[in-house]
C-alpha cells in the first residue's frame, strides 16, 4: 500500500501533471465565474486536450477544473447576483445580500474556505468509503430518486422565508417551465406552440440569468433617483481571518453540509446541485435568529457555509458510483468516464484490484486540487473585488453584455436569449409582488427528475402507488421530507405568535411602568 | 429582495390578491391544456398528468393566498388595535417614551408576512460605490425600453453585422442611457465588446455570429 | 461487427503516394511516413494528408463548424470531438465542435439541413434522423443532407441482471411469451433507438409490443443502474454502453442484435445463431452536410475522414469507448441512410410508434 502511494506519488509530482493542474485550475476559475458556462461544458471543452495527455495529468485536468468552477461560481452570484453555475443558485440571495450589507469578501470567504473543507471530506469519504457506499447507492430505483427529488423540492418552503404560499406558486412556475418540450412519457411537444427549437424545453441557466442577472439590470435601469442600491466596496485584504472565524463559529455547518453534500452527491446523477438545495434547506430550518446573539447577516453566513461546503464534497463523491462502478454521478463524471476509458483505465473492480497506483494518484489528485483552491480562490476574490468599483452604468452595460453571451453560448442559438430576457421580466414582476426566485429555479431543475421517476416507477408496476411507502429506503426518505415541509411553517407561526406576545407585552410593560412613574 | 419601498398593510393585501387571482387563472388554463394531452392508455394519463398536477396546486395555492393574506390583515388590524389600545393606556400616564417606540414596534407587528424577506434587511449600508443611476419621470421607462429594445436588436441584427459591433453599440447604449459620459459609454462598449469576443471565440472556442467581417 | 476497410481509399492510396514520390520531394517523405505509420501515434502520414488536402485547393476557407446534435459530455459528443480535433490538424484549420441539442436530435439535423452547403458548416449525423420524421417531430431525413462519411456502427444488446433467471435469449423470449406484460425493459426515451430494438425484436418473434412494458429513461447509463438495483429486468442498449456493468459481473448479455457477433464481446451470440433470425437492428454515426454541397469537397471531407477511420488513435479510442468503427464513402452512407430509413418507418409503422 505504501508502496503504491509512493509510485503514485510520483506520477503527480511530474512537471507535465503540476503545470496541467495548475493551467486547468485557471480555465476552471474563469470558466466557472462567467454566468451561463458550466462546469460540464467546461470539462467537455477540455476534452479533446486530455487526448494528447497521459492518463493521471488528464484526469487530474477535468478533476482540478470541476473542483475550482464549482467555487468560481459563487463569485458572480456573490457581486452581481447572477449564479455562475446551478449549484451556485441555491444561496444567491444570501451571497448578495452580504454583498449589499458590506460583507461580500466575508461571504465569499466563508464560502471559499467551506467549499475547501466540503472538498476535502468528499475526498475522504472517496477515498475510504468508497466501495461501501457505491454498493448502497446502487440499490437506489426510481423510487427512491423520486423521494430525494422531492425533498430537494422542499427547499423551496424553506427559502421562501415566511411567504411559504407564494414560494409554493414560485415553485409552480418554476415546475411548468420544466415541462415544456418533449415529454418524457410519450414524446409529446407540451407548450412548444409549434416550435421545434422549445421542444429541447427551457434551459435553466438561460432562466437563471434572466430570473436574477437581467432582472436586477432592468430594476436598476428604471430606478427612481436615489433609489438604486448603493453597494458598498468589497475590501479583499485582511478577510482571512475573519472568514477563519465566521467558519470555526459554524463549524457544526460546514460539517453537516459535507455530510450531506457526500451522501447526495454519491447518488448516481444527483449531483452537487441537489446537494446544495438539500444542506441549504437543512441549515436555514435548523437557523434561528437569536436576537441580541446573532443578526440576519450571520444566518446569511450560516447557510452559505451549510451549502457552499456540500457542493464541493458532492463534486468529490460523485466520483464514488464513477470509480466502483463506471456509473456517473453527474454529467462531469460521465465525461471523465469517456476520458478514463480512452486512457485504457476501466473504472470498477478492476481499479481497485490492478491499477492502484492510478487510483491514489487520484485521490491525490483531489486533495491537492482542493488545498491549491484555498489561495487561488482567496486572489480570485482579491481580483472580484475590483469588479465593484466600476461604476454603476458601465457596470450594468457589462452585465447584460456578459448574460447575452452566456445565454447564447449554452445552445449557440437565440432561443436562450430570448428567454433569458422572458425570464427577467418575469423575475422584475415577481420581485416587485414580494414572490421569491429561489423556488423557480429550484422547479426547473428538479422538476424533471420528479416527473420522470414518478412515471418510471408508475410505469413499472401498472400504478401501483404503493410502491412508493413500502420500500425501506424511501420510507426514510419520506420522514424527512414530512419534517422539512412541517417544520418551518409551525416554526414561522410560532415565532409570529410570539413576536406578536412580545410587542403587545412590551406595551403593556410600558403602560405599567408608565403608570408607576406617573 | 430589495426592499426599496415598504408597502403599507393594504397595498400588500391588494398585491397579493392580484398574485391569487393570476395564480388562480394560469391554473385554470393549463389545467384544461393538460386534459387534452394523448394518453399512454386508455384511462393511464401520460405528458399530460403533471401539467393538470401543477395547475391544480397553482389554483389551490391562489385561493389561500387570497384568504390568507385577508385573515391576515383582518388580523393585523386587531393586533394593531390592542396595541393601540395598550399603547394609549400607557400614552395617557408617559408622554415621551410611548411615541418614540410605537410606531417601530407597531411596524414590526402590523405586517404579517408581506414582501416575505428577512425583517427590514439591517440596511447598514457604508454607501462606498455611490453612483446613483436612478432618473425620473418618463425618464426610468426610457431606460428600461433602451435595454429591452436594445436586446431586441441585438438578436435581430447581431447575424448582419456580426458580434463585434452590435455588441458594441447594445453596451453603449445601455451606458449611456445610466447618464454616464459619451467617452465613457463607448469605451465600454468597445472593450467589453472585443473583450468577450476574444474570450468566447479564442479561449472558449463557442462561435459567436461574425456577420460581414467574416474571415477576421 | 466487423471493422471493414474501406476499399476506395485502400486502393487510391498507394497511387497518390507514388505520385507525391515521382514529384521528387519524396524519397524523403515516404521514409518518413512509413516509420510514423508503422511506428507509434499511428496518425496518418504526410503525404496521404496532402494529397486529400490537394483535392480542394480552395477548401477550407476558415474555421469548420462541425454540429452535435447531442449534449456535450455525451457518446456522441466524444466523437465528434475527436473526429474534429484530428480534422484540424490534417486540414489545418479550426474545427469547432457545437452542440445544438434538443427535440431528440431534431434540432441538430435541422440546423445541418438549413446550413449554407460551403462545406464550412458539417455535422455528426445520428441513426435518429431516420426515426423522428416517422414520429412526426420534423419533416426531414437523410435525403436532405450530403452524406460524406459513416464512422461507426453498433449492434443492439440484450443486458440483464446478473442474478437474471435467463441464460440465453431465447429463454428469455419463452419467459416473454408465457408471462405477457411482466418484464419490464428501459435502455433509452421512449420512441428512441433501443426502444425500436426491442419492439422490432419482439415483432421478428411474433410477439405482441405490450408484451414487454417499456420503462422510459434518459439513455443507457440511468437504465442500466436501474437494472443493477432490481428496477427493470432488461435493457436493449448496445454492449458496449454496458461494458462496465458486464466486466464487473453485474449483468450478463444475453445476446446481440447484429448479424455479426461484437468484437468486443465475442462471447456474445448474435440472434441469428441463438434463433436463426435475420433480424438485427444497428445504430450508426457519420459525417454529413447539407444538400448541394460542391462534389470536391466532399471528396475531400471523404479522403480525410477515411484516413481517421483507419488511424490507430480513432480505433483506439472508439475500442475503448465501447463503439465500434465502421467506415463507408459518400455513397455507401447516402445508401444506408436510404435503406435504415425504410427499415426502421416498417418497425416504427407496425409496433404503432410512427405518426
Redesign the interface.
Known amino acids: 500500500m505504501i508502496e503504491n502511494f509512493g509510485s503514485a506519488l510520483e506520477l503527480v509530482a511530474d512537471p507535465t501533471t503540476i503545470l496541467v493542474v495548475l493551467l486547468a485550475a485557471l480555465f476552471g476559475l ?2 466557472g465565474s462567467l454566468p451561463g ?1 458550466t462546469a460540464t461544458l467546461a470539462a467537455a ?1 477540455l476534452v479533446p486536450f486530455t487526448f494528447f495527455l497521459d492518463p493521471v495529468p488528464a484526469i487530474a485536468a477535468i478533476i482540478t477544473m470541476s473542483a475550482m468552477a464549482i467555487f468560481a461560481g459563487d463569485v458572480p452570484s456573490a457581486l452581481l447576483r447572477i449564479p455562475g453555475t446551478p449549484s451556485s443558485a441555491a444561496y444567491t ?1 444570501d451571497a448578495f ?1 452580504l454583498t ?3 460583507k461580500g469578501a466575508l461571504g465569499l470567504g466563508v464560502s471559499l474556505v467551506a467549499s475547501v473543507f466540503g472538498g476535502l471530506f468528499g475526498s475522504i469519504m472517496l477515498i475510504f468509503v468508497s466501495p461501501i457506499l457505491g454498493e448502497f447507492a446502487l440499490r437506489f430505483t426510481s423510487y427512491e430518486y423520486f423521494w430525494v427529488a422531492v425533498l430537494g423540492l422542499t427547499a423551496a418552503v424553506i427559502v ?4 411559504q ?5 414560485a415553485l ?2 418554476g ?2 417551465v420544466s ?1 415544456v418540450g418533449l ?1 418524457v ?2 414524446g ?1 411537444p ?2 412548444t406552440f409549434g416550435d421545434e427549437q422549445l421542444y429541447r424545453g427551457v434551459d435553466f441557466i438561460a432562466a437563471m440569468i434572466g430570473l436574477f442577472g437581467l432582472s436586477e ?17 468589497i475590501e479583499g485584504a485582511g478577510t482571512i481571518r475573519p472568514t477563519f472565524r465566521a467558519i470555526w463559529r459554524n463549524k457544526a455547518r460546514v460539517g453537516s453540509g459535507s455530510v450531506i453534500g457526500g451522501v447526495v452527491g454519491a447518488l448516481p446523477g444527483a449531483g452537487a446541485d441537489i446537494a446544495a438545495w438539500i444542506a441549504y434547506a437543512f441549515t436555514r430550518s435548523t437557523s434561528r435568529i437569536r436576537p441580541g446573539k446573532n ?3 450571520d ?1 446569511r453566513v450560516e447557510a452559505i457555509s451549510g451549502a457552499s461546503s456540500a457542493n464541493n464534497a458532492g463534486i468529490a463523491s460523485a466520483y464514488v458510483p464513477t470509480l466502483a462502478f463506471g456509473i456517473p454521478g453527474d454529467t462531469i463524471t460521465a465525461i471523465l468516464i469517456g476520458v478514463l476509458l480512452v486512457k485504457g483505465i476501466t473504472p470498477g473492480p478492476d481499479l481497485f484490484l490492478y491499477q492502484t497506483d492510478t487510483l491514489y494518484a487520484l485521490y491525490i489528485i483531489f486533495i491537492v486540487a482542493n488545498l491549491l483552491l484555498l489561495p487561488l480562490g482567496f486572489l480570485l476574490i482579491r481580483v472580484s473585488g475590483f469588479v ?2 466600476i ?4 457596470l ?3 452585465i ?3 448574460s ?2 452566456g445565454a ?2 449554452i445552445n ?1 442559438g ?1 432561443l436562450e ?2 428567454l433569458m ?1 422572458l425570464f427577467g421580466v418575469i423575475g422584475y414582476l415577481f ?6 426566485l429561489a423556488p423557480v429555479v429550484l422547479g426547473i431543475v428538479l ?1 424533471p427528475i420528479v ?1 420522470r421517476t ?2 418510471q416507477s408508475v ?1 413499472k408496476t401498472d ?1 401501483n402507488l404503493a410502491e412508493f411507502f413500502t420500500r425501506p429506503i424511501s420510507a426514510v426518505l419520506i420522514v424527512l421530507v414530512i419534517l422539512a415541509i412541517a417544520s418551518s411553517p409551525l416554526m414561522s407561526w410560532l415565532g ?1 405568535r410570539a ?2 406576545a412580545t ?2 407585552q ?3 410593560d ?6 408607576a ?2 | ?2 426592499a ?1 419601498e415598504t408597502p403599507g398593510p393594504t397595498a ?1 393585501v391588494r ?2 390578491l ?2 391569487a387571482a393570476a ?1 388562480v387563472v ?2 385554470a388554463v ?1 389545467i384544461p ?1 393538460g386534459a387534452s ?2 394518453y ?1 392508455r386508455e384511462g ?1 394519463p ?2 399530460g ?3 393538470m398536477m ?2 391544480g ?2 389554483v389551490l ?2 385561493v ?2 387570497a384568504l ?1 393574506s385577508m385573515l391576515g390583515a383582518r388580523r393585523a388590524r386587531r ?1 394593531h388595535a ?2 393601540a389600545a ?2 394609549a ?6 408622554g415621551s ?2 411615541p418614540e ?2 410606531p417601530l ?2 411596524a ?2 402590523s405586517v ?8 427590514e ?16 419621470g418618463a425618464r ?2 426610457i ?2 425600453a ?3 429594445g ?3 436588436f ?2 435581430l441584427f447581431a447575424q448582419i453585422l456580426g458580434f463585434p459591433l452590435t ?1 458594441a453599440i ?3 447604449a ?2 449611456w ?4 459620459k459619451w467617452w ?2 463607448v469605451t ?2 468597445v472593450l ?2 472585443l473583450g ?1 469576443w476574444a ?2 471565440e479564442l ?6 455570429p461574425d456577420g460581414f467581417i ?2 477576421f | 461487427m466487423t471493422r471493414s476497410i474501406p476499399s476506395p481509399v485502400v486502393s487510391s492510396r498507394p497511387s497518390r503516394r507514388l505520385l507525391s514520390g515521382i514529384a521528387g520531394v519524396a524519397a524523403l517523405a515516404l521514409v518518413a511516413a512509413g516509420c510514423s505509420g508503422t511506428a507509434d501515434e499511428g496518425a496518418p502520414d504526410d503525404s496521404a494528408v496532402q494529397a486529400c488536402n490537394d483535392i480542394n485547393a480552395d477548401y477550407p ?3 469548420v ?1 462541425l454540429i452535435v446534435p447531442w449534449a456535450a459530455g455525451g457518446g456522441t459528443d466524444g466523437v465528434a470531438r475527436l473526429i474534429g480535433e484530428q480534422l484540424s490538424t490534417q486540414m489545418s484549420t ?1 474545427v ?3 452542440n445544438r441539442t434538443g427535440g431528440s436530435g431534431v434540432v441538430g439535423h435541422q440546423a445541418m439541413v438549413d446550413a449554407n452547403p460551403d462545406g464550412q458548416t458539417i455535422g455528426l449525423v445520428t441513426v435518429e434522423i431516420g426515426m423522428m420524421h416517422h414520429q412526426g417531430l420534423t419533416d426531414i431525413s437523410g435525403e436532405d443532407l450530403t452524406a460524406i462519411s459513416q464512422m461507426n456502427e453498433d449492434g443492439a444488446g440484450i443486458t440483464v441482471a446478473a442474478d437474471a433467471e435467463w441464460d440465453t435469449a431465447e429463454e428469455l423470449l419463452t419467459y416473454i411469451e408465457e408471462h405477457p406484460g411482466e418484464v419490464t425493459a428501459s435502455g433509452t426515451g421512449q420512441g428512441g433507438i433501443w426502444h425500436l430494438a426491442l419492439l422490432g425484436m419482439l415483432l421478428d418473434n411474433d410477439l405482441p409490443v405490450d408484451s414487454v412494458n417499456f420503462v422510459p429513461s434518459e439513455g443507457a447509463a440511468p437504465a442500466l443502474q436501474e437494472l443493477v438495483a432490481g428496477g427493470i429486468d432488461m435493457t436493449t442498449n448496445a454492449l458496449g454502453e454496458s461494458k462496465t456493468m458486464l466486466d464487473s459481473d453485474r449483468a450478463k448479455a444475453l445476446g446481440v442484435m447484429g448479424t455479426e457477433r461484437d468484437p468486443a464481446f465475442p462471447d456474445v451470440e448474435t440472434l441469428q445463431e441463438q434463433l436463426g433470425s435475420e433480424y438485427s437492428m444497428t445504430v450508426w454515426r457519420g459525417i454529413a452536410g447539407p444538400k448541394e454541397m460542391d462534389p470536391t469537397v466532399v471528396e475531400e471531407l471523404e479522403c480525410h475522414l477515411g484516413l481517421i477511420a483507419e488511424s490507430d488513435s480513432f480505433e483506439d479510442f472508439m475500442t475503448k469507448s465501447g463503439l465500434g468503427v465502421k467506415y463507408a464513402g459518400a455513397e455507401d452512407f447516402q445508401t444506408l441512410m436510404a435503406e435504415d430509413d425504410a427499415t426502421k418507418g416498417e418497425v416504427m409503422e407496425e409496433a404503432g410508434l410512427a405518426k
Not at chain 2, 121 to 136: H, K, P, R
Not at chain 2, 203 to 208: I, K, P, S, W, Y
Request: hydrophobic share 50%.
Open positions: 474563469v470558466i458556462m471543452l440571495e445580500a449589499r450589507n458590506g421562501s422565508k415566511g411567504a404560499l407564494k414560494g409554493g406558486i409552480m412556475v415546475l411548468l415541462t415529454d412519457t410519450l409529446f407540451r407548450f439590470v432592468l430594476r436598476a435601469v428604471t430606478a427612481k433617483r436615489g433609489e438604486s442600491m448603493p453597494i458598498p466596496r443578526s440576519a447577516d444566518q465593484l468599483r461604476p454603476r452604468s458601465v450594468m452595460g457589462l447584460v453584455a456578459i447575452i453571451c447564447f453560448a449557440n437565440y436569449v430570448g430576457v420581485e416587485k409582488g414580494g414572490i421569491p422538476g416527473e414518478f412515471m410505469i400504478w409570529r413576536e406578536r410587542a403587545l412590551a406595551a403593556k410600558r403602560g405599567s411602568a408608565a403608570d412613574a406617573g | 429582495m430589495t426599496t400588500a398585491g397579493n392580484v398574485i395564480s394560469a391554473g393549463v391544456y394531452m394523448p399512454i393511464i401520460g405528458p398528468l403533471f401539467p401543477i395547475g396546486l397553482l395555492f391562489g389561500l393566498l390568507t393586533d390592542e396595541l395598550a399603547t393606556a400607557a400614552g395617557a400616564g408617559a417614551a410611548a417606540d410605537g414596534s407597531m414590526s407587528a404579517p408576512d408581506s414582501g416575505g424577506d428577512t425583517p434587511d439591517e440596511l447598514e449600508t457604508v454607501a462606498v460605490m455611490d453612483t446613483d443611476i436612478g432618473s425620473d426610468r421607462w431606460n428600461g433602451i435595454l429591452m436594445g436586446i431586441v441585438y438578436v455588441m447594445l453596451v453603449t445601455i451606458v442611457s445610466l447618464r454616464a465613457v459609454a465600454t462598449g467589453a465588446s468577450l474570450m468566447f479561449g472558449l472556442m463557442v462561435q459567436l467574416q474571415g | 476557407s476558415g474555421p463548424e479550426n469547432n465542435v457545437v
